[in-house]
């Protein structure tokens, strides 16, 4: 899915039924960076430098935020999402909103390690500062995305070694990163 689904957010009713059947099969919805509704797609890349940028990642971590207003984790207790190809940097900043906005607006409080109490994963990309965003998304919630499918900006032929020799991270850490956490997440 992408963070905009023509007219609906992902936290739109249309989409319980896909997500009782995710839950129901042991299967996680993934996020892409993308916005499929063609009015807000233009109004966003209206001189914008090129660039996708507001287009495509902010709507999609627009999408982890509502999602988490929301309450659907609370919803679909056993549902899965992982969140690709938008780096991992942002996840402070949201977390920390959220942790300002829910009880103002919601009377929730956001849990010790949301991203594990929510069920949501993050792909990182090699050059984040993973020390720092780790204390945040926690260990076992932080997942590799490379892209080397296709060439962008998010296109790392070297990402695993990368995030090996320079993300700054442990091995164990790293062992997570790149396999137990995608397990996990995608129910392998």
Not at 5 to 17: K, V
Request: contains cysteine; hydrophobic residues 40%; negative net charge.
């Amino acid at each position: 899915m992408r963070g905009i689904e023509n007219e609906h957010l992902l936290h739109d009713p249309c989409f319980f039924p896909l997500y009782e059947a995710a839950s129901a099969l042991n299967m996680a919805i993934g996020v892409h960076a993308g916005n499929a509704n063609p009015y807000v797609r233009e109004l966003l890349a209206q001189r914008n430098a090129p660039g996708t940028f507001w287009a495509y990642r902010m709507s999609s971590i627009g999408a982890f935020h509502s999602l988490v207003m929301a309450g659907l984790p609370d919803r679909f207790p056993h549902l899965r999402m992982v969140f690709v190809e938008i780096a991992s940097q942002w996840v402070p900043w949201t977390l920390k909103d959220l942790a300002r906005r829910l009880p103002q607006q919601r009377g929730r409080t956001l849990p010790e390690n949301p991203l594990k109490a929510y069920r949501l994963y993050v792909a990182c990309q090699s050059d984040d500062d993973l020390p720092y965003v780790l204390t945040y998304t926690g260990e076992d919630n932080m997942m590799m995305g490379t892209d080397y499918g296709h060439h962008d900006h998010a296109a790392d032929l070297e990402g695993l070694r990368n995030l090996k020799t320079a993300g700054g991270i442990s091995a164990r850490v790293y062992d997570k990163i790149v396999d137990a956490n995608p397990r996990a997440a995608y129910g392998l």
